[in-house]
């Protein structure tokens, strides 16, 4: 009878060690988030299973190994990126319509604030959802929660519109129509070029709501 395949053999390099080692001296606990985010950005790029141990490491100036320092695996990396960037994306969210109480102001601010999360502050976390196919169960269900978190807001905004009749539907798909228009801006948006942020999100706002109505003079102006 043949032998059965050896298991080292077909072992990911991330579930080689079977304990973490010791912190090398200097290593600073914040580079957790550093490698969060750079990972991010590699999975965005080159997509996750593209993505290895030594590119993540030189993106942010660490030997090959380091990664594992802070977490296990590839794939507990992965789930990182997308909870704790949604997570944290979702606040900044939260502080910027915090007492706005109009919802089209609202949504006007969400959709800034995201594109600044992407284009600007380089949170490719939103980005990141279709990856979670290489998670587990468990950790699909943890991402999902996590975006359901990050759109709370945004349906909250939609909804109003609707019952507002400034929308015509607040289905949805409508909400999910908006992040893909938006997360697709990072392939084609260049800092410097000839569009600003502001006018990214001006011209999505009004691609969603139609052009803003102009105001008109107060009779005492």
């Not at 800034?112 to 380089?122: A, I, K, S, V």
Request: charged letters at 25%; hydrophobic letters at 45%.
């Amino acid at each position: 009878m043949p032998s059965a395949p050896s298991t080292r053999a077909r072992a990911s390099p991330w579930r080689s060690r079977v304990a973490r080692p010791k912190a090398e001296p200097g290593l600073e606990p914040n580079r957790r988030d550093e490698l969060r985010r750079a990972a991010a950005r590699l999975f965005v790029d080159k997509g996750f299973a593209a993505t290895t141990t030594r590119d993540i490491a030189e993106a942010v100036g660490m030997r090959p190994g380091s990664p594992f320092y802070h977490f296990r695996s590839k794939q507990e990396l992965l789930k990182a990126a997308m909870v704790e960037g949604l997570d944290s994306g979702r606040l900044r969210l939260l502080a910027a319509v915090d007492g706005v109480a109009d919802p089209e102001s609202r949504l006007r601010l969400l959709i800034r604030t995201h594109l600044g999360n992407l284009l600007e502050d380089d949170c490719r976390s939103p980005m990141l959802i279709y990856e979670s196919r290489a998670l587990d169960a468990a950790d699909r269900a943890e991402v999902a929660a996590a975006f359901d978190r990050y759109q709370a807001p945004w349906q909250k905004a939609l909804d109003e519109l609707a019952a507002a009749g400034r929308l015509a539907s607040a289905a949805p798909p409508v909400r999910l129509f908006l992040f893909g228009m938006l997360n697709g801006c990072s392939h084609w948006y260049r800092p410097g070029g000839a569009l600003s942020v502001d006018e990214v999100a001006a011209a999505a706002m009004a691609l969603l709501l139609g052009p803003q109505a102009p105001r008109q003079a107060s009779p005492d102006s």
